[in-house]
């Protein structure tokens, strides 16, 4: 991992594609929708989180890794091996594609947790808390070694270069998912770091995000108290850890974590009847840390969820669209006309309304 | 024998000027002026409180430092030798009014805040909502929710808040030690600008009483005015442990202001020194605060929130600590410019720490300890600004005290002599025909105007960062950068230097 900076503010373009029926599909027309919004960037990041690509190792979890030496990968994989069972270890693969360069090294784990560690953990109800220790202390504490994406039956894929090219270099042609979601990066300065590119993940969140949290420094701080590092280069890594802590840990209520995250004005709060008033009075007067203030719009996927959200005055931009078992969020109205020219629906997401699409009941994923 | 001390001060009196009309003379309460064919000066008893000057009509007075009381010396400054020449004839221990002067290194004033450009919009607050609402109390870890039939509803029962609609309150200060007409205008001017009001140790007047959803009850080690009337006349219940002005000791309240109603008010003998004991007698430990913060819960059926005031000293992150653990809902931090209406100089001068480092201290370690939820945090002591506070909000603090600020935005000219009871203009005294000069209308007014002010500018800041809620900038020290600060400063206000 490098520290050197600290924060890369960016501007970007998002898209994402979920089929609530769970039907899956290549990457070809998530590579196609975020392509069409090249203009938004620059060449300097690219990324696609998929779910449902790996039907075979579905309760596996699976580990994309970034690598910057074969001693940052020995360091890692001693720390695996110690912590999981690894059931299989591969290169992630890639094929030669212009405009990419200088890949660092990619590789990829199917892993069980180790029984006897959970208990060590201390938690032996919580195999998902065992993981985030696990990506928290890889990410802080091994040199040059990344945890990309650590969920079950998904992954992320992600690097330096425009996503289109991202996308081939990845092969993403050959993966089916039931949810893409994409983005393409406009930094505003240059890490050349792949881990620095979206989506960023934590064990099945991913969160692609177009703008600059404003509000970073307090909401850092907020979930370092809860045991969140957040030591990366980008404040997009907070959206994912707030969902973990309030959705995960906490069991808040998706819509309810939306709306801690970008929280009505108080003169709306007011008119509400009471109890509405009192529930969300109470979350911004427990929650307030964690909202995210600043230009924002952002897609977070998890296993069964995709979830558009602007910031409390649309300082981005965000469009939605429908059509059959397909929802579309993305940064640009022709990013999804590019994919699917009708649509049974097409609207522009308020500021601070969740769209929440959530896979049907018995979806087979 | 008379003194020998030479005068702080000249008053020039233009005679051309001066039509005799003697207003000057009746209105300094130090008796520095006399009529004698025509206005005379004693110089030496002038503190420079500025009252005749601003209410000559011909602007015939001026007051000039003497220019030349002590002959120059680096290290015997006029101040060292004015006190011992004080205490050479008085042996006494010598005591002075407000915070701390002397010219201590400010934190406040080597770090800048940060601003939008390009990659994220500032937002504008004369278009846009900007939000300052603040509730002070203790906030659980997470909420629960549960399914109703018309959909969820919060389960989570809170313990009490207390709204603030612009993140400041008041800083206490006792009746007794300013006027009745001070702490109406204080009360109204709390209540007209949804903010606290604090009555210090000295009890709370009866007249206040319709005010007293705007107002923190103050308990401290001499229990002055403490019954169970008082403490439910309060939004907030405070036990005081310590002042910035003077950490370790107790209130000092001297006889002189102990007119008939403050004695009513604190329940002790009229025109004795109200001296407080230094430490509460029943509170030797942190389980003793405990009992008391949890008696005072049970004296106010759980319905207010208990805030626990100490001074900053060393070790302040670790009392923090402690007091948040012991069941308080508030932890209420002044620094070592605190101000104050007596204190021996001594003290007020060299014991304590300043605010920055104490607060960026104390909401590191409640951080750290993952408590930082269960109280708010009120920092005070020589807030200047909404700079200032902005800086303090960015720091941890939940919400500001001002003390000093608010008495000169009722007319205090920072003489520092509160303490004798003579102030002229009407605050830090209890002679009726001083007090009179102070109309609580006109005050509040003024503390309205001033904390509207604050407020403004403190939404002026914030969509200059590119948020529009305070909690945004609350703990954000991302947003602050230190200017010629050390590597130890800087790591213990845990922000970055300008350039990084």
């Known amino acids: ?365 | 024998m008379s003194s020998l001390i030479p005068a702080e001060f000249f008053v020039r009196v233009d005679h051309q000027r001066c039509r005799r009309c003697k207003r000057c003379v009746m209105n300094c309460g130090f008796g520095a002026l006399s009529f004698q064919d025509r206005v005379v000066a004693d110089h030496k008893k002038c503190v420079a409180c500025h009252r005749c000057a601003t209410f000559c009509p011909e602007g015939a007075i001026t007051i000039e430092k003497n220019p030349l009381a002590y002959k120059e010396s680096g290290h015997w400054l006029p101040e060292y030798r004015k006190n011992i020449m004080k205490q050479a004839e008085t042996g006494g221990m010598l005591l002075t009014g407000m915070g701390n002067d002397r010219p201590y290194f400010s934190y406040f004033d080597h770090m800048v805040l940060d601003a939008c450009q390009v990659t994220n919009p500032s937002i504008d607050p004369l278009r846009e909502p900007m939000e300052l609402r603040t509730y002070l109390g203790s906030k659980p870890s997470a909420l629960e929710f549960e399914e109703a039939p018309d959909g969820v509803r919060l389960k989570t029962q809170l313990a009490p808040q207390v709204k603030l609609d612009t993140p400041m309150v008041f800083g206490a200060m006792s009746y007794g030690s300013i006027s009745l007409n001070a702490h109406r205008a204080l009360a109204r001017a709390a209540k007209e600008m949804g903010i606290l009001m604090n009555t210090g140790e000295g009890g709370l007047h009866k007249d206040l009483y319709p005010f007293s959803d705007r107002i923190i009850v103050q308990v401290a080690s001499g229990r002055f005015g403490v019954n169970q009337e008082y403490l439910n006349h309060g939004a907030v219940v405070e036990i005081k442990i310590g002042q910035g002005a003077k950490p370790g000791i107790g209130g000092h309240l001297p006889g002189e202001k102990v007119s008939q109603e403050v004695s009513e008010t604190r329940m002790i003998p009229l025109g004795t020194d109200a001296l407080s004991p230094a430490p509460h007698h029943d509170i030797y430990s942190i389980e003793d605060l405990a009992q008391l913060i949890y008696a005072l819960k049970e004296a106010t059926n759980w319905t207010r929130p208990v805030s626990v005031k100490i001074a900053a000293v060393h070790n302040v992150a670790a009392i923090a600590s402690g007091i948040a653990r012991a069941g308080a809902d508030i932890i209420y931090i002044d620094g070592f410019r605190g101000g104050t209406g007596a204190a021996p100089t001594i003290i007020r001068d060299h014991v304590g720490i300043p605010i920055e480092m104490a607060l960026a201290a104390v909401d590191d370690r409640l951080r750290k300890e993952g408590i930082r939820n269960r109280v708010s945090l009120i920092c005070a002591g020589g807030i200047r600004h909404a700079g200032d506070m902005a800086k303090a909000i960015a720091l941890g603090a939940d919400a500001v005290a001002i003390g000093t600020a608010a008495l000169i935005a009722m007319g205090c000219h920072v003489c520092q002599k509160c303490h004798t009871g003579n102030c002229s203009w009407g605050i830090a005294t209890q002679r009726p025909e001083l007090v009179r000069r102070l109309d609580p209308e006109l005050a509040a007014e003024h503390l309205c105007n001033l904390i509207r002010a604050w407020s403004l500018e403190l939404k002026e800041i914030l969509g200059a960062l590119g948020v529009n809620a305070v909690e945004s900038l609350r703990g954000s020290r991302e947003r602050l950068r230190g200017v010629g600060l050390s590597r130890v400063d800087l790591d213990i206000l845990g922000i970055k230097p300008a350039g990084r």
């Open chain 1, 1 to 365: 991992m490098q520290q050197e900076f600290e924060r890369i503010p960016s501007g970007c373009a998002i898209s994402g594609i979920m089929s609530t029926k769970g039907r899956r599909m290549n990457g070809e027309a998530i590579i196609r929708s975020i392509a069409l919004m090249h203009e938004r960037s620059n060449g300097l990041g690219g990324g696609f989180a998929a779910y449902g690509i790996y039907p075979d190792f579905k309760d596996h979890y699976a580990f994309h890794m970034i690598y910057h030496s074969e001693q940052s990968k020995m360091d890692a994989e001693a720390f695996l091996e110690e912590n999981f069972i690894i059931d299989r270890s591969e290169p992630i693969p890639t094929r030669v594609t212009p405009g990419i360069t200088d890949p660092p090294i990619l590789w990829r784990y199917f892993l069980q947790i180790k029984p006897k560690r959970l208990i060590v953990f201390g938690r032996v109800d919580s195999p998902r808390a065992f993981v985030v220790n696990a990506v928290m202390t890889i990410n802080n504490s091994i040199p040059g070694a990344f945890v990309a994406s650590s969920g079950q039956n998904m992954g992320a894929f992600k690097g330096v270069g425009f996503p289109e090219d991202i996308g081939r270099f990845y092969r993403l042609d050959e993966y089916e998912a039931y949810i893409w979601t994409s983005h393409g990066r406009f930094p505003t300065n240059t890490p050349g770091w792949w881990g620095g590119a979206h989506p960023f993940c934590l064990l099945d969140w991913s969160v692609v995000h177009n703008g600059e949290i404003s509000s970073y420094g307090i909401n850092k701080r907020y979930l370092e108290m809860f045991g969140y590092c957040c030591e990366l280069q980008t404040d997009t890594e907070v959206v994912a850890y707030l969902f973990d802590l309030l959705h995960r840990q906490q069991k808040v209520p998706l819509r309810l974590v939306c709306q801690a995250l970008a929280p009505p004005f108080w003169k709306d709060i007011d008119m509400m009847d009471e109890a509405q008033r009192q529930m969300y009075t109470a979350i911004r007067q427990v929650y307030g840390p964690g909202m995210l203030n600043g230009p924002f719009s952002f897609v977070v996927a998890s296993s069964r969820y995709m979830i558009g959200l602007n910031d409390r005055i649309k300082l981005r931009p965000m469009t939605c669209a429908v059509k059959d078992d397909l929802v579309f969020m993305a940064s640009e109205e022709s990013a999804i006309r590019e994919i699917s020219p009708d649509l049974d629906r097409v609207w522009t997401a308020k500021a601070g309304e969740p769209i929440i699409a959530e896979l049907e009941e018995g979806a087979a994923v």
